[in-house]
């Protein structure tokens, strides 16, 4: 497509549900990766995505988070068991390459998360 | 330790006034990116400018322009005849390693009519 694609843009769902956010990256970017903005925390890495591998998950801040992504392309975020601190805007970008140093990374508009 | 820090929590201005924005970095790496993204209150985060350490030319686009000083580890954006249209959250983000971006905390720009 011809920027990065995130659904749901607003979520609202109840502590101890699950939740998924999906992203689709820009068209022939292997690269992509996820992160959160809250208020309290700023901007943080979660994960990156080469191709179809996650070689650093450093980022996911426990086990309730993991993330997928198939055919190099589509990737969801899933969050179990959510909690009320899960509350944040999860940002999706995508580049052309995780291994070239400085390459464009491209963001979403963004997943409203909140939990109540 | 990779930092970047944006002192100016939030800037307010009148329509048509220049405003400058600071970020200054930390990095031991000789190899490194810069950037600035714009976040209007969609929530996208927009690309504006990409930097790499070996270039210090200034670089300006309109109403924008950037200066990057490696002595004093800085890289600054400047709007000038800064419009209501400008207002949004900008932050300031350094790549260390391939990928990793690490961003400042933001500054908040209103620019009243």
């Known amino acids: 497509g011809a920027g990065v694609s995130q659904s749901p843009s607003n979520k609202v769902t109840e502590k101890g549900k699950d939740v998924e956010l999906r992203c689709d990256p820009i068209?022939?970017?292997?690269?992509l990766y996820w992160y959160r903005q809250s208020l309290g925390q700023g901007l943080e890495f979660l994960i990156y995505f080469q191709g179809n591998s996650a070689p650093d998950k450093s980022g996911l801040p426990s086990d309730r988070f993991s993330a997928e992504r198939t055919g190099g392309s589509v990737s969801t975020l899933t969050i179990q068991r959510t909690q009320q601190e899960d509350s944040a805007v999860y940002l999706c970008a995508s580049s052309l390459s995780g291994g070239s140093p400085g390459n464009t990374i491209y963001f979403g508009e963004g997943s409203w998360l909140t939990v109540v | 330790a990779q930092k970047v820090t944006q002192a100016q929590t939030e800037i307010s201005v009148v329509e048509k006034e220049d405003v400058t924005l600071d970020c200054v970095y930390e990095t031991r790496d000789t190899t490194y990116y810069l950037f600035w993204y714009k976040q209007p209150p969609s929530g996208e985060l927009v690309f504006l400018i990409r930097?790499?350490?070996?270039?210090?030319q200034n670089e300006i686009s309109g109403r924008y322009s950037w200066n990057f000083q490696k002595s004093t580890s800085s890289f600054n954006f400047t709007i000038t005849a800064s419009q209501v249209v400008d207002s949004a959250v900008y932050f300031c983000?350094?790549?260390?390693?391939?990928?990793?971006?690490?961003f400042g905390s933001g500054t908040r720009l209103l620019v009243r009519p």
């Open positions: 983000a350094l790549v260390y390693s391939s990928y990793k971006l690490i």
């Open positions: 068209s022939g970017h292997t690269a």
């Open positions: 930097r790499n350490s070996f270039d210090e």
